[in-house]
């Protein structure tokens, strides 16, 4: 890889003092700042509830809607999207991070995926009427963007920040991410709720909020490109090289080993379910449960508020039981959740809400650990290329539980079925998680294992 000698892989490039490295890590928390909006407000809040009602307005007196001559539920085309938008961002990803290697300039390309992103969103403001196709198009172009940026952002913490920094660094990302969207979904709530008072519609509301997360992450996105910085790369890919190459050549390095890509393979499967009830909860409440967009955009905003509170309780059991049996215990938790979800009362707000301090307890917890204890896991000197294998699980690979839900829904016509189908991930996950020899992986990977794993 053409390192230094005496230097680590992972170590931070020699950059001068301190305050240069503090000045770049700043910018970097400001993307998270800058693209958390979009999944909190667009993905999470707004665009599920109201693609769905737009796609229904188009739909035939069976209640389908036909893109591409095929026959699709209207309630169901919101979670296809979704997985579209997954399998598109499975292909660009890791072409992006060959060419980020190769070139050495990520910034170029952090910058396109960012603003094709924020373009896509902003384009939300025209979907009206029965314009389903146009808002699917655009859910799947944003995504797959953020998707893309997300690969590129991640892979300058190693950069910037030094190995005993580096949770530190992350953790204040994850955070101004949560922030940003608590910040914006309030500002979302009062123009929702009041938007008689603002001289506007129901659904103009909605289009501004959804246009707004895309102004908000262009803006914003300024922050870290002005103070990133790309690096000369001494490390040329071979000739004809491109993506899929450079992961099948990290995966086939995983397999010598095996406990590592074990770990992986549970994590890919339970945080599908996480993605999926993060994505899907919305329509769940406003189509199954009828509750208002009030009510949801509220219970975003307690998950995104106990999510970190949550995270800072589930670090502190890991302290005391180790990160692995606090996971299993967050996947017990998460089923409990959705079965109880399965039963919750139509409009009755409060039992949501009660459903929505659940998640968010667990949500930030079960993320934040799966991260930190794959950390231990990767061979010293690979963390940038295990990490993007990491990222593929992360964000790449979240589009079975969005398709099982769809076709459980095309197929009972009940959201209560389809959420609860949800369940399997987490089972699945737990199953396989538990039969992860987490200590020997460890010692497999070259590193010291702690006294709590």
């Given at each position: 890889?053409?390192?230094?000698?005496?230097?680590?892989?992972?170590?931070?490039?020699?950059?001068?003092?301190?305050?240069?490295?503090?000045?770049?890590?700043?910018?970097?928390y400001?993307?998270?700042?800058?693209?958390?909006?979009?999944?909190?407000?667009?993905l999470?809040?707004?665009?599920?509830?109201?693609?769905?009602?737009?796609?229904?307005?188009?739909?035939?007196?069976?209640?389908?809607?036909?893109?591409?001559?095929?026959p699709?539920?209207?309630?169901?085309?919101?979670?296809?999207?979704?997985s579209?938008?997954?399998?598109?961002?499975?292909?660009?990803?890791?072409?992006?991070?060959?060419?980020?290697?190769?070139?050495?300039?990520?910034?170029?390309?952090?910058?396109?995926?960012?603003?094709?992103g924020?373009?896509?969103?902003?384009?939300?403001?025209?979907?009206?009427?029965?314009?389903?196709?146009?808002?699917?198009?655009?859910?799947?172009?944003?995504?797959?963007?953020?998707?893309?940026?997300?690969?590129?952002?991640?892979?300058?913490?190693?950069?910037i920040?030094?190995?005993?920094e580096?949770?530190?660094?992350?953790?204040r990302?994850?955070?101004?991410?949560?922030a940003?969207?608590?910040?914006?979904?309030?500002?979302?709530?009062?123009?929702?709720t009041?938007?008689?008072?603002?001289?506007v519609?129901e659904?103009?509301?909605?289009r501004?909020?959804?246009?707004?997360?895309?102004?908000?992450?262009?803006?914003?996105t300024?922050?870290?490109?002005?103070?990133?910085r790309?690096?000369?790369?001494?490390?040329?890919?071979?000739?004809?090289?491109?993506?899929?190459?450079?992961?099948?050549?990290?995966?086939?390095?995983?397999?010598?080993?095996?406990?590592?890509?074990?770990?992986?393979?549970?994590?890919?499967?339970?945080?599908d379910?996480?993605?999926?009830?993060?994505?899907?909860?919305?329509?769940?409440?406003?189509?199954?449960?009828g509750?208002?967009?009030?009510?949801?955009i509220?219970a975003?905003?307690?998950?995104?508020?106990?999510?970190?509170?949550?995270?800072?309780?589930?670090?502190?059991?890991?302290?005391?039981?180790?990160?692995?049996?606090t996971?299993?215990?967050?996947?017990?938790?998460?089923?409990?959740?959705?079965?109880?979800?399965?039963?919750l009362?139509?409009r009755?707000?409060?039992?949501?809400?009660?459903?929505?301090?659940?998640?968010?307890?667990?949500?930030?917890?079960?993320?934040?650990?799966?991260?930190?204890?794959?950390?231990h896991?990767?061979?010293?000197?690979?963390?940038a290329?295990?990490?993007?294998?990491?990222?593929?699980?992360d964000?790449?690979?979240?589009w079975?539980?969005?398709?099982l839900?769809?076709?459980?829904?095309?197929?009972?016509?009940?959201?209560?079925?389809?959420?609860?189908?949800?369940?399997?991930?987490f089972?699945?996950?737990?199953?396989l998680?538990?039969?992860?020899?987490?200590?020997?992986?460890?010692?497999?990977?070259?590193?010291?294992?702690?006294?709590?794993?």
């Amino acid at each position: 890889m053409g390192v230094p000698p005496g230097r680590s892989a992972a170590a931070p490039p020699e950059d001068g003092d301190g305050a240069a490295r503090r000045r770049e890590q700043h910018g970097w928390y400001f993307y998270d700042w800058a693209c958390s909006v979009y999944s909190t407000s667009v993905l999470t809040v707004f665009l599920g509830p109201y693609l769905t009602t737009v796609a229904r307005a188009a739909a035939d007196a069976d209640g389908y809607v036909h893109p591409l001559g095929v026959p699709v539920r209207a309630g169901s085309f919101f979670a296809y999207c979704v997985s579209v938008s997954v399998v598109v961002a499975i292909v660009l990803m890791p072409m992006a991070g060959a060419a980020a290697d190769r070139t050495g300039r990520k910034k170029p390309l952090l910058a396109a995926a960012a603003y094709v992103g924020a373009a896509a969103t902003a384009g939300l403001f025209f979907l009206d009427g029965d314009r389903y196709l146009l808002g699917g198009g655009l859910l799947i172009v944003a995504n797959a963007s953020v998707a893309v940026s997300m690969v590129l952002y991640n892979s300058y913490l190693p950069q910037i920040a030094a190995p005993d920094e580096r949770d530190a660094v992350s953790s204040r990302g994850w955070a101004f991410g949560y922030a940003a969207g608590s910040l914006v979904l309030v500002a979302n709530l009062v123009l929702f709720t009041a938007h008689d008072s603002f001289g506007v519609s129901e659904a103009m509301a909605v289009r501004i909020c959804l246009a707004s997360a895309g102004l908000w992450w262009g803006v914003f996105t300024l922050v870290p490109l002005n103070r990133l910085r790309d690096r000369r790369t001494d490390r040329p890919a071979p000739s004809g090289r491109h993506g899929w190459r450079q992961l099948a050549a990290t995966v086939r390095d995983m397999r010598g080993k095996p406990r590592t890509l074990a770990f992986l393979l549970a994590y890919l499967v339970y945080n599908d379910g996480i993605q999926t009830v993060i994505s899907q909860a919305s329509v769940y409440g406003s189509e199954e449960l009828g509750l208002g967009q009030s009510t949801l955009i509220t219970a975003v905003l307690m998950v995104q508020v106990l999510a970190v509170a949550g995270a800072l309780g589930m670090g502190r059991l890991a302290r005391v039981h180790g990160a692995r049996r606090t996971i299993l215990g967050s996947l017990a938790a998460w089923t409990v959740i959705l079965a109880a979800g399965f039963f919750l009362p139509a409009r009755a707000p409060v039992w949501f809400f009660v459903l929505a301090a659940g998640i968010g307890l667990v949500l930030g917890g079960s993320q934040a650990l799966s991260r930190s204890l794959f950390s231990h896991l990767v061979p010293p000197g690979k963390e940038a290329e295990y990490f993007s294998a990491y990222e593929m699980s992360d964000r790449g690979m979240s589009w079975l539980g969005p398709l099982l839900f769809g076709l459980t829904y095309q197929l009972t016509g009940s959201y209560r079925d389809a959420i609860v189908s949800l369940v399997v991930f987490f089972v699945i996950g737990f199953v396989l998680l538990a039969r992860v020899p987490v200590g020997r992986a460890i010692q497999d990977a070259g590193n010291p294992v702690p006294d709590r794993i």
